[in-house]
Each structure stands twice: as C-alpha cells, then as structure tokens.
C-alpha cells in the first residue's frame, strides 16, 4: 500500500522557520514529481513547491525566496524548509506524488498524505 505521510508541522511564531518532512513507503518515487500543497481554512488547496524527477524546483510566488523544496532519493523523503513564516502561512500541509502532468495542479498527483497543520502566531 502507498503511503505518503506528513510530519513537522507545528506552532511557530511569526519570523520562524519550520521544516516538514513527507515519507513515502510502499513503493519508490524516483520518476515522480513531488509537490507540496496547502489549505488554509475556506480556502482551496493551492500549489506551494514541487520538486521533479531530475531535481528541478518549483515555486508559488508567495513562498519564494522562503521556502526551499529538496529530497533525500536514498529516504524516499521530501522536505520543505520553510523560512521568514509568516502568520499567510498558517494553514494544512500536504505533501502529493505525481505522474506527470502541471506541477501546480491538484488534479496532475496521484497519491497525497494526510497533511500537517502548520499555525503562524503573529
């Protein structure tokens, strides 16, 4: 069975960094693209970083120059190191695993975790 599961959210304050990890098991991703996504109360889940199969990395506008996607292929484990948090930032956190398909999309991933909240105090 795949899974994909999330840690390292938590309660930070304002100007803070947090770094999540996603684990992935069951089987390998290594030509898959992997995305990081967020939902924030009465919002849509929107895209925030992706990383690709050959290690180029994708950014939504708001968290770049902030956060940095990277992976370990020996771990299986993708990571989001997020920096200069900010209380916009508070929301849940979903790493997914894609096919193929536009990175920034929810409908291009195939398989998602359980998510991890993330809150932002200012």
């Known amino acids: 069975q795949v899974q994909l599961v999330e840690s390292g959210g938590g309660l930070v304050q304002a100007g803070g960094s947090l770094r999540l990890s996603c684990a992935a098991s069951?089987?390998?991703?290594?030509?898959?693209?992997k995305g990081w996504f967020r939902q924030a109360p009465g919002k849509e889940r929107e895209f925030v970083a992706a990383i690709s199969w050959s290690g180029d990395t994708y950014y939504a506008d708001s968290v770049k120059g902030r956060f940095t996607i990277s992976r370990d292929i020996a771990k299986n484990t993708v990571y989001l190191q997020m920096n200069s948090l900010e209380p916009e930032d508070t929301a849940v956190y979903y790493c997914a695993a894609s096919r193929g398909g536009a990175y920034y999309t929810t409908t291009a991933y195939n398989y998602w975790g359980q998510g991890t909240q993330v809150t932002v105090s200012s």
């Open positions: 069951g089987r390998t991703f290594i030509s898959y693209t």
